[in-house]
């Protein structure tokens, strides 16, 4: 990981940069990444990426949750958010952390409450996704979404994270549910106990991940703005004759959309997702360590006014 990159996502922790971002961020730059702070805001740019041949998710911004009652707002929150998507059309799927339907305070609170919502999902027929989150959820994070798969719930995924030493063996455990997976590189500060430390190895990872995952049964998300792992992607999946129905792009809102908008036009599926929401702090901060160049967008935009 680059120097630059852990100093931002540990930087991320400072109560003062909270409070300086979270008053002028929005302003400064945050809107090219989120989509706005509510959900009005939300499906207004959900609706535009559609028209433009764009399959989208939303999240509505917000973790590490400690009061069961805040999980049921939550909770309420996103059964609104599967209400409106049916409502208006949209072709927009649901992506959620554990966290933030109290993953911290006590699993059991997280599988309910995430289990009442693939089930209003799937009366809408609609999905959800499980994000995945710090390494010390990840146990926890696939104990629940194979709980739910083995109750019979169809309509939902996880994610497996490249960086990971374990992903390859929980990729392995998965396949024989026929998992609806999306792989990443990573966004957390992970130390090296846990976490290839260098880029060159998190990327060799994820090219073992996906074209195990390609060739394993089920539906794999290729999430990643990586132009080298996209054509890697596609040229595996015409070598070794695996339908475009079997994979879909996935990218970030504000990232790379000239690339999302060109495979849309070579004929592949690519969702954008699109998170919205007054918590965008933490998810703005991982954003800026990914590509510290955006942090000379926010700041080129503080000199601006
Ligand atoms: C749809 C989606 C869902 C995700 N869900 C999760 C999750 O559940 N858990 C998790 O840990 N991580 C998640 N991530 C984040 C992921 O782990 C990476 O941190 C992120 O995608 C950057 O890595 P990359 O694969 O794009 O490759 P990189 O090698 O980091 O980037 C490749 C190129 O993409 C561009 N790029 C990448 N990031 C940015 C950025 N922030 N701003 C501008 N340009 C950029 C740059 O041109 C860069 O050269 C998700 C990513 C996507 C796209």
Redesign the pocket.
Known sequence: MSALRGLILAAADSPRLQRFVQRYGFRLGAARFVAGETLDDAVLVLRRLNESGLLTNTTLLGEGVRDEAETRTVVAAYREVLDRIHAEGLRTNVALKLTHLGLTIDEEVARRNVAELVEHAAERGNFVRI??EESRHVEATLRIYRALREAGHENLGA?L?AYLFRAEDDLAALLPLAPNL?L?????LEPPEVAYPR?SDVDAAYVRLLEAALTGAGFTAV????ETLIEHAISFAQEHGIPKERFQF???YG??PRLQLDLVRRGFDVLV?TPYGPEWYRYLMR?LA??PA?LLFLLRNLVRG
């Open positions: 994000d995945m994610v994270q999306r990443v590189k990573g966004a957390y880029k999430a990643t703005h990586d996935q990218m970030l990232v790379r997702a954003r990914e590509r955006n």
